[in-house]
């Protein structure tokens, strides 16, 4: 984007914010409000830490359904920062706990970070173990006097249990004012939500203590009860070096690279979870130029999608496989793990960077001009700061892009199932954008079906191994995007059949576990050369047809 664009852009929205006020259709300007305009609170007031406890998030360990972690920030010392924890009872205040129920857990670490406001922010972390699988516990942190809330979550299920999961694109800018809406429109639309995916760039500068504060401040009580899964992206660095304040918030599970060593830029920055049979993957594309770096980080990869017991994989990192911004390129990415991903069956690749939206699957996978069969590859933006979008990388290196928009925030939640993931993607209002449905059976076949809309439901959706076939020969029916076992008509029609009219009956047959649907039928031997046909497809979700046939003379 040129630098002139987003000028443009910024003194718009200064414009706007300097615009009078209007009340029952009546301009005030500031004189109306008194003389002296109110003075910007300090930010090093606004975000000074005090001894209650804030910034409270649940980071997962690597063992969800039995442990759980927690950082949080506060003025207390080592000696005395601590965790209680109990099964979530009834009721609280007036109803104490059952004596013994509540167990009290030191922090593990105390870790103070310099801050560009001048003080410092300490943190801790506690982690609570020897939980019980699919139960609700409440929490609060604090130093035995100042307590934080008391706050509920639940553990993981053991094994491949049905959950959601909300995937946000860049923060980063207009953190206080434009992203709370993103985060809070998510968090309502699926309130049980177990994980929050950021596919880096939570913020603009890296050690700025008043952006983190505005980062935790947006998404607000959320962070104490549903588990963050973040990945780092380039303003999480600082030049080199990692943003001070990583680590201390984000004590991830260290199962990364083992041949990355202890080298503090790369602390906490790649790890995986294994989630109620989902395995998610967090990577670190910032070392994309350093090849002893990226080269072990592949090779890791590698054995965590050989060696899955997952029927699910979601793999996020900030630098596209597919860029969607104008300019924009990451080959030694694509080269490195695309192949990994399509390989392995990897279903979901989530990713930021570039301030647009595309979805979409390689061309080699296209079973359809609406279903793909591999990876589904997606770029969001929750944040406020807006590129220009180009879907030429994605098309230039064997991409399909099936959705893409520009100057739009949006959020993604993912509804996990057995046989299917649900992915759908909404503007900060709340509205649908896009949207697919990818479906798996236990064999690790799937379809990746778009979104059902009006366009993808009817019309010429429906495949044939000839447009010429003669009669009395075999003809191959092929079609997708059906609810599994569905129940299809499939008729032969004359071109020239009346409307609302489907034909002639051929055969009723059920799509299978994928919505897939394949049948031949012959040709009636007395098919007159010259007549053309469809074949044509009803059922409760699509009515769908085939390209016109011709019968050889």
Known sequence: MSPWISGHR??????????????????????????????????????????????????????????????????????????????????????????????????????????????????????????????????RVGDG?????????????????????????????????????????????????????????????????EQWGQWYAAGGFIDGQVNNLSVTGNHEYSGVSLSSFWAPQFPYPDNGPAAWGNEPALDSTAYYVDYQGVRFIGLNTNVQSIPQYMDAQTEWLEGLLKDNPNKWTVVTFHHPVYSTAEGRNNPIVRAQWGPLFEKYGVDLVLQGHDHTYGRGSTVASRQSALVHNSTVYAVSVSGGKMYDIDGSVWTDNGADIMAKTEDSQLYQM???????????????NGQHFDGVVVRKNDAGERTVNEWRTPATTTGEHVAVNTTSPKAGSKLAVTAYGYDPNESVEIYLRKTNTADGKPGILVATKKADELGRLDYTFTLPASASGGTTHTVYLESRTQQISSPVITVKK
């Open 145 to 209: 006097t100042n307590w934080s809330e008391w706050i509920d979550f639940t553990t993981a299920a053991e094994g491949l249990q049905p959950f959601s999961f909300i995937y946000y694109g860049d923060a980063q800018n207009y953190i206080d004012s434009a992203v709370p809406r993103v985060f809070r429109q998510a968090f309502a639309d699926r309130p049980a939500a177990k994980v929050i995916v950021n596919a880096g760039d939570l913020i603009d500068s890296a050690n700025s203590e």
């Open 414 to 428: 993912i509804d996990v199932k057995a046989d299917s993931l649900t992915y759908e993607s909404r503007f900060a």
């Open 10 to 139: 910024r003194a718009v929205l200064a414009a706007v914010g300097a615009a009078a006020l209007f009340a029952g259709g009546v301009a005030f300007g500031p004189a109306a409000f008194g003389d002296a305009a109110p003075t910007k609170f300090p930010a090093a007031e606004q975000y000074k830490p005090t001894p209650v406890p804030d910034r409270v998030i649940l980071i997962p360990t690597d063992q969800p359904a039995t442990s759980q972690r927690v950082s949080w920030r506060a003025e207390a010392s080592a000696e005395w920062a601590q965790a209680q924890i109990l099964e979530a009872p009834k009721a609280l205040g007036d109803v104490a706990p059952a004596a013994g129920a509540v167990s009290t857990v030191k922090a593990s670490s105390n870790t103070p970070v310099t801050t560009s406001l001048g003080y410092a922010s300490t943190y801790h972390a506690v982690e609570f173990t020897g939980l019980k699988p699919a139960t609700r516990y409440t929490y």
